[in-house]
């Protein structure tokens, strides 16, 4: 396991969030944007100066996503949004996945290279049930289930050719690979591509750098794992908290690994014991990602 110092790794906003998710960096703006899950406010983080801002949410959002005609696409349990931060208005775009079945609600979130986004599922009253799937949201705003039996569809991403998707099936402990139809938008070949042992917490946030291969955070697993594309690890890095949810590459050169953390039900002690819990950490791994695409719809 590659060990990283207190000098590798810094705290760059001390955002003591519940539940850190989806950062992503808006290469345009030059800041790094993500959620704290749930209805919490939403981040925005600018290097360049250091200041950071939040934006009041009164919805349970989850997720973001990139939108290619300008703002954001807002992922929230019974809803997708299209969300303007300039004036924090948000606009209903798709309504729950199974109306019959509030308790399955949406969760993390990425869009395909077409510009078409990918929404995972969750039964919230029971996260351990099997009853997650994957959804494609089309430019039309039309749904579309392309896989299930998911017992918490978290984090997604994809190889930088478009053609595998990747989705941690978080309650189940394993990453499960996916041939993509990039001109079809489906899915087929469902496979394990990596296993988490009961020691290793749970696979959480993921997402592709620009050589092919995966990142995952390790819910309650104290570190983050980077697997080749055949789904040997490549190497594990140890993080001072608990719980590493997800990362986004920013920066000029796309080479600055941001990573979301979670505090979520700590006690005091734990506080003490894990002081950047909730917080945005950074670090250098030495590697580039990707722009992650933006919604075309």
């Given at each position: 396991m590659q060990e990283v110092s207190p000098n590798d790794i810094k705290q760059v906003v001390a955002a003591q969030n519940r539940l850190g998710e989806t950062p992503i960096w808006d290469p345009e703006e030059k800041a790094l944007y993500w959620v704290d899950w749930g209805g919490r406010p939403t981040w925005r983080y600018e290097p360049a100066s250091g200041k950071s801002t939040t934006f009041p949410v009164d919805l349970p959002v989850t997720a973001l996503a990139r939108r290619a005609s300008g703002?954001?696409?807002?992922?929230?349990?019974?809803?997708?949004?299209?969300?303007?931060?300039?004036t924090n208005h948000y606009r209903p775009i798709c309504g729950t996945a199974q109306p019959a079945k509030p308790e399955i609600c949406y969760n993390d979130a990425a869009v395909d290279r077409q510009g078409r986004l990918l929404v995972g599922t969750?039964?919230?009253?029971?996260?351990?049930?099997?009853?997650?799937?994957?959804?494609?949201?089309?430019?039309?705003?039309?749904?579309?289930?392309?896989?299930?039996?998911?017992?918490?569809?978290?984090?997604?991403?994809?190889?930088?050719?478009?053609?595998?998707?990747?989705?941690?099936?978080?309650?189940?402990?394993?990453?499960?690979?996916?041939?993509?139809?990039?001109?079809?938008?489906?899915?087929?070949?469902?496979?394990?591509?990596?296993?988490?042992?009961?020691?290793?917490g749970m696979p959480d946030g993921l997402i592709v750098d620009a050589e092919g291969f995966i990142w995952n955070g390790h819910w309650d697993g104290w570190k983050l794992t980077r697997y080749d594309p055949d789904g040997k690890i490549e190497r594990q890095?140890?993080?001072?908290?608990?719980?590493?949810?997800?990362?986004?590459?920013?920066?000029?050169?796309?080479?600055?690994?941001?990573?979301?953390?979670?505090?979520?039900?700590?006690?005091?002690?734990?506080?003490?014991?894990?002081?950047?819990?909730?917080?945005?950490?950074?670090?250098?791994?030495?590697?580039?990602?990707?722009?992650?695409?933006a919604f075309a719809g």
């Open positions: 703002g954001w696409i807002a992922i929230a349990f019974n809803g997708l949004y299209a969300w303007e931060p300039k969750v039964n919230m009253n029971d996260p351990f049930l099997p009853e997650g799937s994957v959804y494609r949201l089309d430019l039309d705003g039309s749904l579309h289930e392309i896989d299930s039996g998911y017992a918490t569809a978290n984090g997604i991403g994809f190889s930088p050719d478009g053609r595998t998707v990747y989705v941690a099936d978080q309650r189940h402990r394993q990453i499960i690979a996916l041939d993509y139809n990039p001109t079809l938008g489906t899915a087929s070949n469902r496979r394990i591509f990596a296993r988490l042992a009961d020691d290793e890095v140890r993080f001072p908290v608990q719980h590493v949810i997800s990362f986004a590459f920013g920066g000029k050169n796309l080479d600055a690994l941001y990573v979301t953390t979670s505090s979520w039900d700590f006690k005091d002690e734990e506080r003490k014991k894990q002081p950047w819990g909730g917080d945005l950490l950074c670090f250098y791994p030495g590697i580039q990602g990707l722009v992650e695409p």
